[in-house]
């Protein structure tokens, strides 16, 4: 089996980000391969809020979550020894952007959590799943108990 050559982690900044990012960067060392590292801002808008189904989502809140990722992401660059050219943020939903992102870099190894904000009660969140499913190259689900163990 080749080495992986280019591993994304996908960076969701919850509590159980790090030991992901940790797994990631352990099988970047083995595999020596590039490690990049992505966060989604997610630009749908909150359906949930109690001023109904839909808020227009707003241009500088999107520029400071922007902003706020990219600064997480230098956090978690200067931890795990990723450059700054390989920290990406990207807007829209998570499940298109980190796939979207894997293809256009040729990344054969998606690192993500078995859960985030979506999945807590479930095996696999939303994210993990939909990434699992449609991902062109290897994924690896880092399972992440609340235990954070
Ligand atoms: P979830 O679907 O929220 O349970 O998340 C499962 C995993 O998908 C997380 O552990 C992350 O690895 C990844 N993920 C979720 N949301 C994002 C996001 N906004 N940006 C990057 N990765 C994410």
Redesign the pocket.
Known sequence: MEAYQHILL???F?A?CDR?ARRAADLAGIYQSKLSV???V?SLPIAESVYGPIIPFDGDLTAELVAAAEKQLAILGATYGIPEDRQWVVIGS?KTE?LLLAEEHKTDLIV????????LGLLL????SSILHHAKCDVMAVR?TDAGK
Do not use: F, K, Y
């Open positions: 996908a960076a969701d919850t159980h992901v992505c966060h989604a997610d998570p980190i993500v959590g078995s859960h985030g904000r979506h999945g969140g939303s994210t993990a992440l």
